[in-house]
Nanobody, 116 residues
Framework: VQLVESGGGLVQGGGSLKLSCAASGRAFSLSAMGWYRQAPGKQRELVAL???????DYADSVKGRFTIFADNAKGTVSLQMNNLELEDTAVYYC???????????WGQGTQVSVSS
């Protein structure tokens, strides 16, 4: 499975961006899809995750501002980011989990930069 991301870029604080990701290959084998991010000097952290059973999980810092839309069966996931803050600046990675092996797949990452 390969994950191809699109979106990202530079936006002013308070603005909005949308990230999209599509899985190629055996997309039907996915049990979860979502987004992680990594800011300079920090560890990679979960932003939002959508599981095949319909449950979603968000980082506390993005609740009420970000919304994940996922179709695990089709292998697509997007992240609508509203009211962006300086602290949201990071490289955002698309993520997927194999439902049979539990293995992880990662996209190449896309930069999101929020300016004041």
């Amino acid at each position: 499975v390969q994950l191809v991301e699109s979106g990202g870029g530079l936006v002013q604080g308070g603005g909005s961006l949308k990230l999209s990701c599509a899985a190629s290959g055996r997309a039907f084998s996915l049990s979860a899809m979502g987004w992680y991010r990594q800011a300079p000097g920090k560890q990679r952290e979960l932003v939002a995750l959508s599981s095949r059973d319909g449950t979603t999980d968000y980082a506390d810092s993005v609740k009420g501002r970000f919304t994940i839309f996922a179709d695990n069966a089709k292998g697509t996931v997007s992240l609508q980011m509203n009211n962006l803050e300086l602290e949201d600046t990071a490289v955002y990675y698309c993520y997927a989990r194999n439902r049979w092996t539990g293995g992880d797949y990662w996209g190449q990452g896309t930069q999101v930069s929020v300016s004041s």
